[in-house]
């Protein structure tokens, strides 16, 4: 069982896992797609900023597969003695392929030059032929895609283990017809690779992401690629609309990360006094700030100066002026009963008060995505 660090001594600003929400999100995924369908919990980019060790530890009994963009993460989750199959989606370079093989990482292939260099090794190797199909992205089409196969067919070390694409337009529309139009692809390239025979064991078909999940049956085949939804995230407004309006509409996702920090310092100002770099934002009355040791190095975008929030003693406190490197100051005048090291939520809930990834994306003209993953990863994550 892996361990992490407690509250065992003060830290400046930290990052909590929820390890109850995860597994309930976790739950939701597995009641929408059935007991038969493989879930791939997708961790890359720290988890999407959750703590690749945490989500790790939080899932390792759990009946899924794991999916990372690169080899490195894929080994750190085999020194985590995670042995579940782990799939690497995202290009791995010709020099990493023995080190992928070694640890037993599936591999997601699309070039000639890839297939031939692991055909090159003594050990068995388990690949999955990525497919193009309108995402224009990593993949291959039709054509190269059938003479791709066969290149592997005829390696006696390599498996075919899986074939896959991803969407381009399912999460930011409500209408599918471009994704249609794919997935009509996808069935049909994967109907002349398997005229080829590839063994008794049929080729493991994934395509669908969090919103095709949750918005269309039809894309979950063998597996489901889980990322934004299994942190509680929902993949856009757009998608939950969707859902909303279909079988999906009681669909409970709990997000699973929040943001803290602590007061650093607190000052009594009079009114007009000017606030942090460029004198962008002067108080408009006499007023009392706080210090608190975060700012856009731990990943609190700058885009929140002077109209993000953190939350304090249950209320919100509004952002006052930039937004620097390791700091940013805060109205508090109307919060009282404030001292230092009070605890400050950036993201999540505290009291009856909630700020959310959306919210700080609505603000900052992104997407939660973003928001999340760029959370600093020296930032100590705690499981919860």
Same mark, same amino acid.
């Given at each position: 069982?892996? @361990?992490?660090?407690? *509250? +065992?001594?003060?830290?400046?600003t930290w990052i909590e896992i929820s390890r109850v929400n995860l597994l309930h999100n976790l739950g939701e995924i597995r009641r929408i797609v059935g007991p038969k369908v493989i879930i791939m919990a997708v961790v890359k980019a720290n988890a999407y900023g959750h703590g690749l060790g945490q989500v790790a530890d939080a899932l390792q009994k759990e009946?899924?597969?794991?999916?990372?963009?690169?080899?490195?993460?894929?080994?750190?989750?085999?020194?985590?003695?995670?042995?579940?199959?782990?799939? $690497?989606?995202?290009?791995? #370079?010709?020099?990493?392929? !023995?080190?992928?093989?070694?640890?037993?990482? +599936?591999?997601?292939?699309?070039?000639?030059?890839?297939?031939?260099?692991?055909?090159?090794?003594? %050990?068995?190797?388990? $690949?999955?032929?990525?497919?193009?199909?309108?995402?224009?992205?990593?993949?291959?089409?039709?054509?190269? !895609?059938?003479?791709?196969?066969?290149?592997?067919?005829?390696?006696?070390?390599?498996?075919?283990?899986?074939?896959?694409?991803?969407?381009?337009?399912?999460?930011?529309?409500?209408? #599918?017809?471009?994704?249609?139009?794919?997935?009509?692809?996808?069935?049909?390239?994967?109907?002349?690779?398997?005229?080829?025979?590839?063994?008794?064991?049929?080729?493991?078909?994934?395509? !669908?992401?969090?919103?095709?999940?949750?918005?269309?049956?039809?894309? *979950?085949?063998? %597996?489901?690629?889980?990322?934004?939804?299994?942190?509680?995230?929902?993949?856009?407004?757009?998608?939950?609309?969707?859902?909303?309006?279909?079988?999906?509409?009681?669909? =409970?996702? @709990?997000?699973?990360?929040?943001?803290?920090?602590?007061?650093?310092?607190?000052?009594?100002?009079?009114?007009?006094? #000017?606030?942090?770099?460029?004198?962008?934002?002067? $108080?408009?009355? +006499?007023?009392?700030?706080?210090?608190?040791?975060?700012?856009?190095? =731990?990943?609190?975008?700058?885009?929140?100066?002077?109209?993000?929030? $953190?939350?304090? @003693?249950?209320?919100?406190?509004?952002?006052?002026?930039?937004?620097?490197?390791?700091?940013?100051?805060? =109205?508090?005048?109307?919060?009282?009963?404030?001292?230092?090291? +009070?605890?400050?939520?950036?993201?999540?809930?505290?009291? *009856? !008060?909630?700020?959310?990834?959306?919210?700080?994306?609505?603000?900052?003209?992104?997407?939660?995505?973003?928001?999340?993953?760029?959370?600093? #990863?020296?930032?100590?994550?705690?499981?919860?």
């Amino acid at each position: 069982m892996l @361990r992490f660090a407690r *509250h +065992d001594k003060p830290m400046r600003t930290w990052i909590e896992i929820s390890r109850v929400n995860l597994l309930h999100n976790l739950g939701e995924i597995r009641r929408i797609v059935g007991p038969k369908v493989i879930i791939m919990a997708v961790v890359k980019a720290n988890a999407y900023g959750h703590g690749l060790g945490q989500v790790a530890d939080a899932l390792q009994k759990e009946k899924i597969w794991f999916a990372t963009d690169k080899v490195e993460e894929g080994i750190a989750l085999r020194r985590m003695k995670i042995k579940q199959p782990i799939l $690497v989606m995202g290009y791995t #370079p010709l020099d990493e392929l !023995a080190r992928a093989v070694k640890n037993n990482l +599936d591999l997601t292939v699309y070039n000639r030059e890839t297939v031939a260099q692991i055909g090159r090794f003594r %050990a068995p190797a388990r $690949v999955h032929l990525k497919l193009e199909t309108g995402t224009t992205r990593q993949g291959v089409g039709e054509r190269d !895609a059938v003479a791709l196969a066969q290149k592997i067919q005829e390696s006696k070390n390599i498996k075919l283990v899986g074939v896959s694409t991803h969407f381009a337009n399912i999460e930011d529309t409500v209408d #599918p017809s471009y994704a249609q139009g794919q997935l009509t692809t996808f069935n049909g390239i994967v109907r002349r690779i398997s005229k080829l025979g590839f063994g008794k064991t049929a080729l493991l078909r994934h395509i !669908a992401a969090s919103a095709g999940t949750i918005l269309f049956q039809q894309t *979950h085949f063998d %597996a489901v690629r889980m990322g934004i939804a299994l942190y509680g995230i929902w993949p856009s407004r757009e998608t939950r609309i969707a859902a909303s309006e279909s079988q999906r509409k009681n669909l =409970d996702l @709990r997000p699973v990360l929040s943001w803290k920090t602590i007061v650093a310092q607190t000052k009594n100002v009079p009114r007009g006094t #000017p606030i942090s770099y460029g004198l962008t934002e002067r $108080v408009s009355r +006499d007023s009392r700030i706080a210090v608190i040791p975060i700012g856009y190095y =731990d990943g609190f975008d700058r885009g929140l100066s002077s109209v993000g929030s $953190v939350i304090i @003693r249950g209320r919100r406190a509004k952002v006052m002026g930039r937004v620097c490197m390791n700091m940013t100051m805060v =109205d508090v005048t109307d919060i009282p009963g404030m001292k230092i090291e +009070d605890e400050v939520t950036v993201l999540g809930k505290q009291g *009856h !008060a909630a700020i959310t990834a959306e919210d700080l994306s609505d603000k900052t003209g992104t997407i939660p995505y973003e928001i999340l993953s760029r959370i600093n #990863p020296t930032l100590p994550r705690i499981l919860v």
